[in-house]
């Protein structure tokens, strides 16, 4: 079973940024499409970006567009979501799945994705 791993989650300011960081010790990533979801108290998952393994297009969900940043890490065999300008709307658990075979840019929905990290938290203070 494949284990991802979430990291840079954290408290920021409303307009401040972070980065998080998707990695998964045992595979290529570069071989998986990489999804970034997030979960809101009381609500579901909501796909956020996601890009594919094949040709490399990106999807964003209108709200993040122009703020947030999907993007490959050949070296380091890892996948980051740089988010700027965050929102008190942006909070939530953010959660890095993979898929290899179904899932792409085309297809970011919750149930495109195979496996899933533990989440991370990140929360926005106005």
């Known amino acids: 079973q494949l284990q991802l791993m979430e990291s840079g989650g954290g408290l920021v300011q409303s307009g401040g940024s972070l980065t998080l960081t998707c990695e998964a010790p045992g595979i290529v990533m570069g071989a998986y499409a990489v999804g970034w979801f997030r979960q809101a108290p009381g609500k579901g998952y909501e796909g956020v970006s996601c890009?594919?393994?094949?040709?490399?297009?990106?999807f964003y969900e209108e709200s993040v567009k122009g703020r947030f940043t999907i993007s490959r890490d050949r070296d380091k065999d890892s996948v980051h979501l740089q988010m700027n300008s965050l929102k008190t709307e942006d909070p939530g658990v953010y959660y890095c799945?993979?898929?290899?075979?179904?899932?792409?840019?085309?297809?970011?929905?919750?149930?495109?994705?195979?496996?899933w990290g533990q989440g991370t938290q990140v929360t926005v203070s106005s």
């Open positions: 890009i594919s393994a094949r040709d490399g297009s990106i």
């Open positions: 799945a993979v898929d290899r075979y179904y899932a792409s840019s085309y297809r970011c929905g919750y149930t495109d994705y195979s496996s």
